[in-house]
């Protein structure tokens, strides 16, 4: 529970070691005993990212499994550079869940060469095997119109209908309207 809010609050993982202020205040508050039991909690660095780590397979497992229990879904990827200019590559399932759509975060892992389509469809495809996810279920594809992404010969959408060929794809509206909001420079 203390790994939980220490990660919702977006502390530090080492902020359970500097706690010692928690401790004097049960000891004084609920006594020697309880005090106790607050001092056998590890929360070290490693033990909080222990922990974290945990949660968070737990919940990519839910999301995996929720995936495969229904008879379609769609991906949306983006690709990005960090503050440190590492491309990454983030890519979301949705899926129709009680008469709604469910948006949820697949993975995101750096393209640390090139962002090619063939790299992009290596890391989704490594991802889907990994996962037991089946191409034969992927409905729809989402992304920006980057030439890697959507080119028509070789870009990311084409390698997806090569696995399978009922796949649609689509440009991202909010990366539309963000095209055509750009201010046009002067004399064009």
Known sequence: MLSYRITRDKNPHTIGETLTCLLECTKIILGDTAAQKIADLSLL???VKSRIDDMSANIKR???EKIKSFPMFAVQLDESTDV???SQLMVF???VHRKTIEKEFLFCSPLTETTTATDIMNLVSDFFSK???DWGKLIGVCTDGAPAMVGCRAGFAQLVKEKNPLVVSTHCFIHRQALAAKT???GL
């Open 45 to 47: 660095d490693s033990t």
């Open 62 to 64: 839910q999301i995996i």
């Open 84 to 86: 440190a200019s590492i």
């Open 93 to 95: 399932a949705r899926y």
């Open 131 to 133: 996962e037991h996810l």
């Open 184 to 186: 046009l420079p002067k």
